[in-house]
């Protein structure tokens, strides 16, 4: 049973406004990127420490920031009052991240830990191992290396992709299918630049999330293309491929509302560990279902008027 019943939509005839309003919002994002100095990347990839506490009643930055202005740890004087000190997921619980330090003594998170739950005694529980929600260190050369590995790790899913749709339709639907996939990670990222969100390890995996998710709606869209191409050959090409579209757009939105469902559960009720890959996942399902349609198709009929001339 249908839920949406047959549609009509000229979408061809929306793809100069569509891109328009993709072009703006990825230089949006990329001026944001350009002024931050690129993307706000977590310890996972710049090195340092985090410490991550929960005290049992709501507790002012400011004291917590004067407490780390002046710590003595294994004879060491350190100053961490000008470093990053927020609340997260509520006002009891608070993140300190460090930047990395040569020489750091041994167990420094702990230490750092074991400081702040010492300086407010009243408003700790009794047990510190409830108090430590997180704690680590990641030096600088596993942070590049990290860098690295998680670059190579979306070059190599695109390429992979390029070959697999070339192989499998043509080169001018792979074509389509990566503008569409980097279309949407670009999005991504501006809006994390945006908002001032951390590039962390998690929301690479959402990036490689997002681009599987795109791509399923992509590939569907494109194959319902090749049926009709070879069904109808007299038309002309972009009412074939409206038709398509129109043909698969009941499946693509019920996929995407479903999906869109879980990933906003997860934001509103997943705690703050995966609270920015959900609300990356959010980004991405919309975007992936909105690029699959007016991204990756669009290019498509541009690359075969282009060819046909």
Partial sequence: MRIIKETNINFMGQRKLSAILSAFVILAGVISLVINGGPKLSIDFKGGTLVSVQYTEPMDVTAIRTSLG?????????????????????????????????DAPENFAQKIADHLYDSFPGQVP???????????????????????????????SLGLILLYISIR????????????????????????SLLGFEISLPIIAAFLTIVGYSLNDTIVIFDRIRENV??????AYHTIVNHSINDSLSRTIITSLTTFFVVLI??????EVIHNFAFAMIIGVIVGTYSSIYIASPIVVHLHETAAK
Avoid: Y
């Fill in 70 to 102: 002046k710590i003595n740890i294994d004879g060491q004087s350190f100053d961490f009052s000008r470093e990053e000190i927020k609340h997260f997921g509520g006002p009891d619980a608070v993140s300190v991240r460090v930047p990395h330090i040569d």
């Fill in 126 to 156: 009794d047990n510190k191992t409830d108090f430590i929600l997180g704690k680590g260190s990641v030096g600088p050369k596993i942070g590049a290396e990290l860098s690295g590995k998680a670059i190579m790790a979306i070059i190599s």
């Fill in 169 to 192: 339709f043509e080169f001018r639907f792979a074509l389509g299918a990566i503008a569409a996939l980097a279309h949407d990670v670009l999005i991504t990222l501006g809006i994390f």
């Fill in 230 to 235: 070879k069904a109808s050959k007299r038309e």
């Fill in 266 to 271: 997860l934001w509103l009720f997943g705690g």
